[in-house]
């Protein structure tokens, strides 16, 4: 779809390995939570994002494009995850044996 969101990410908690935590602040306010733990030859993410929209007109658009804002997140995220699928694997391609 054809905007912007803007926020700022603030570290909030971090365990190496196993837990990423930030802040957001800006279009979004809230918590984003990454939990990793192992998964066979992978890592296994589970995420959880929990924001209140703070944008005005996003805020007063909602109950009305909804439909549209979720059609939107489902195609945009498969988008998301496979680059960073790519990213992930060109960093392990590159690492030194």
Do not use: C
Not at 62 to 81: C, D, M, S, Y
């Amino acid at each position: 779809m054809p905007y912007e969101l803007n926020f700022i990410i603030e570290a909030a908690e971090l365990i190496p390995g196993r837990l990423v935590v930030v802040k957001t602040f800006g279009d979004f306010d809230g918590l984003w939570r990454a939990e990793l733990s192992p998964s066979g030859a992978g890592t296994h993410v589970d995420l959880v994002w929990q924001v209140t929209v703070e944008r005005p007109i996003l805020k007063l658009l909602a109950p009305i494009l909804r439909p549209a804002f979720a059609w939107n997140h489902r195609w945009t995220t498969p988008r998301g995850e496979a680059g960073l699928r790519r990213y992930l694997a060109a960093q392990r391609a590159t690492k030194p044996a």
